[in-house]
């Protein structure tokens, strides 16, 4: 079912469908106001920022980024309700200069002869390139159209400088677990939705969130398919199975099955097995698990398991965190794939972990002595005459870089936190402390 056009006029509004029945269950739970909307409570909840120019009826051009299924063509709906306005929508990847440039005429020539504007509603604006983006300027500058471009990239680098001036940029988010519920209960109960004619089970409600990625359209979309293919009143795990034609995995992000499966990656990675970790990857991934979580593993994981045997390791580690955040899913999904597999395959060394772990335990347990006098800073004549500094050696003024000083307090004296393995680097990490601590 595909909508044609929608108009607001007159506080009335009318839909305009096919002849192929009624519209699908994502449109009917639309909301048609912003209490209604769930989720993006930074930029709609109660004097955030978006929500306060529309109340306020200042109708900017605005920038919509975020991904699917966060509300971004239900606010540019519900703004065209309040101003009256005939909503437009276009798609920047199935629709040419030539149509947005008659939309933007037929807006202006409506702003001439009525005093009114239509809301031009571009979808996946950064598939327009330089050239087509500047055609938009002028009819922004004179303000004849309420414009709302919506992208899923990120605009730094998929909109030119020029359109970015001109609009004012909002971000969405992906719905929380907890708004998904919002979103799946009201459609489950609602005169517009089911009506209470179907029950979820809390099983299938868990795998519709978990694999919908907090995108209500995709999530909607997906129960009212498994709605209607049910035989009774149950949709079940497997009826959400067929409707997506993939396995709803077993997955709580918040219950045991998630500390699991982190657990075996953890463990994969630490036992360099490449292949066990790519599995137990790819069954969080495939779970709905948040790629940053993952991540965030990772950078541990290169720390705690690896550390100065393969200081590359953490560098891995945070570019693939990088990816997630410039990319998202699906298209991270490798970066993370590559971390994991390099961490698997490098050195390892847990002697970093071992060696700030006792530092920690003796900084507790022990009386926090104070500084060695010949280590503090004397940045005056008084503390100076206090002693302050006094007997310090300037490491750079010995042939090896290393001055005949202790740096602990004296209880602590010769104590050893950090033991290099015999591992990647930390083999020639060994070798100099031994050196080092010989020579002293």
Not at 337 to 360: D, F, G, M, T
Not at 391 to 405: L, N, R, S, T
Not at 423 to 436: A, D, M, P, V, Y
Request: with cysteine; proline share 5%; hydrophobic share 40%.
């Amino acid at each position: 079912m595909q909508v044609r056009s929608i108009h607001y006029d007159g506080g009335m509004e009318r839909l305009k469908f096919g002849e192929s029945g009624p519209p699908p269950l994502a449109e009917m739970m639309r909301p048609a106001d912003l209490d209604e909307i769930v989720g993006q409570a930074e930029i709609l909840g109660a004097g955030a920022p978006l929500r306060t120019l529309i109340e306020r009826g200042n109708y900017r051009s605005f920038l919509f980024w975020g991904p699917p299924g966060t509300g971004k063509t239900t606010v540019g709906h519900i703004i065209a309700k309040r101003s009256r306005a005939h909503f437009v929508h276009l798609s920047a990847a199935l629709s040419g200069v030539k149509e947005v440039r008659a939309a933007l005429s037929r807006s202006q020539v409506r702003f001439e002869s009525e005093g009114k504007r239509d809301l031009l509603f571009l979808d996946e604006v950064h598939r327009f390139n330089r050239a087509q983006q500047d055609v938009l300027l002028p009819y922004l500058e004179e303000g004849s159209v309420i414009f709302i471009g919506a992208t899923t990239q990120n605009p730094s680098f998929a909109l030119t400088s020029a359109l970015l001036s001109r609009c004012q940029l909002f971000c969405f988010s992906p719905l929380s677990e907890a708004e998904m519920k919002v979103v799946l209960r009201r459609a489950l109960k609602d005169a517009r939705g089911l009506e209470g004619r179907y029950e979820l089970t809390s099983e299938a409600e868990e795998a519709l969130i978990a694999l919908s990625d907090g995108d209500a359209r995709r999530a909607l979309t997906t129960l009212e398919l498994a709605s209607s293919i049910a035989t009774g009143t149950v949709i079940d795990v497997k009826l959400i199975e067929q409707a997506l034609q993939r396995k709803g995995l077993r997955y709580d992000k918040a219950g045991e099955e998630h500390y699991n499966l982190i657990s075996a990656l953890h463990k994969s990675i630490r036992n360099s097995d490449p292949d066990a970790s790519l599995y137990w990857l790819s069954r969080m991934i495939e779970a709905g698990e948040d790629p940053r979580y993952l991540a965030r593993r990772l950078i541990r994981i290169a720390s705690e398991d690896i550390g100065l045997a393969d200081p590359n390791g953490l560098e891995v580690a945070l570019a693939a965190r990088e990816a997630v955040e410039a990319v998202g899913l699906p298209e991270c999904d490798l970066a993370l794939a590559q971390a994991a597999v390099y961490l698997a395959c490098a050195p390892k060394s847990n002697a970093l972990y071992l060696a700030l772990r006792e530092a920690r335990q003796d900084v507790m347990k022990r009386p926090n002595e104070p500084v060695p006098l010949h280590l503090c800073n004397a940045p005056t004549p008084l503390m100076k005459r206090l002693g302050y500094g006094k007997g310090y050696k300037y490491a750079h003024d010995f042939e090896e870089g290393i001055a005949p000083m202790d740096c602990l307090p004296p209880s602590l004296k010769r104590r050893r936190y950090y033991r290099p393995k015999r591992s990647g680097l930390e083999r020639e990490l060994n070798e100099r402390l031994e050196k080092i601590r010989k020579d002293k």
